[in-house]
């Protein structure tokens, strides 16, 4: 049974801007240590894609959180949700502290798509509830 739908896109000019504003501050916030580092990473090589890697995740949490119906309200926080891509790409959530407490109380499944162009990422996500049989 679906539990709710979040979408979201995002302008990675405007991510872009942020970053300049704020420097590592803003991904720091956004970001949990193990994404810090594949966003470290990924902007050493080529800046821009250190950028649309960020802007995709911002805009997956984003997505999420609307899909759990929560917003940016505890337990959901930027750090507690990981945006991780399992070995075959698929991008997946993985959930931390209170949030996946919460998240598991529930019997919660997330389904997520990811996408960037250009100037935008999108995120799509679909939470179901696991029927006990």
């Known amino acids: 049974m679906i539990y709710g739908i979040g979408t979201d896109v995002c302008d990675v000019r405007r991510i872009g801007a942020t970053l300049e504003r704020h420097g590592e501050r803003f991904a720091h916030k956004i970001l949990c240590e193990s994404e810090l580092a594949v966003w470290r990473a990924r902007g050493a090589r080529w800046p821009e894609r250190g950028?649309?890697?960020?802007?995709?995740?911002?805009?997956?949490k984003e997505a999420f959180s609307k899909a759990i119906g929560l917003g940016?309200?505890?337990?959901?926080?930027?750090?507690?949700?990981?945006?991780v891509n399992l070995p075959s790409g698929q991008p997946a959530v993985r959930l931390h502290g209170a949030l996946a407490e919460w998240f598991a109380a529930r019997s919660l499944r997330c389904h997520l798509s990811l996408s960037d162009e250009s100037d935008y990422a999108a995120s799509f996500c679909v939470v179901e509830k696991i029927e006990n049989k």
């Open 51 to 60: 950028v649309r890697y960020l802007a995709t995740r911002f805009s997956a």
């Open 72 to 83: 940016l309200v505890m337990p959901m926080t930027w750090r507690a949700c990981e945006i």
